[in-house]
């Protein structure tokens, strides 16, 4: 389930992989799941965040597109980022 409350919260992104492991800070901007990310809605597991600073350039997006690959590609862009990986 998405959470309106969430939009315009400051969070920080976590690895994927790491989950202790800080990659970035943001804010989200969307959380309703036809909201679409690179030409794919984000869907109920994800929120959109917009990335305000990169903690570690090479973290890999989970769904990367229009050449953003690693969150060091990301920076001030929307990108779709899982809930579970997010934390205010």
């Known amino acids: ?14 690895a994927l992989l790491r989950s202790n492991q800080p990659v970035a800070r943001g804010t989200i901007i969307a959380t309703k799941p036809n909201t679409v990310v690179g030409d794919q809605p984000i869907g109920t597991q994800f929120c959109q965040v ?9 973290a890999i997006l989970p769904r990367p597109h229009d050449n953003m690959k690693t969150m060091a590609d990301a920076k001030m862009m ?3 980022w899982p809930y579970e990986k997010v934390i205010s």
């Open 50 to 58: 917009i990335v305000t600073s990169v903690i570690k350039n090479d």
């Open 1 to 14: 389930m998405y959470y309106l409350h969430q939009v315009g919260k400051d969070v920080i992104l976590y």
């Open 78 to 80: 929307a990108i779709a």
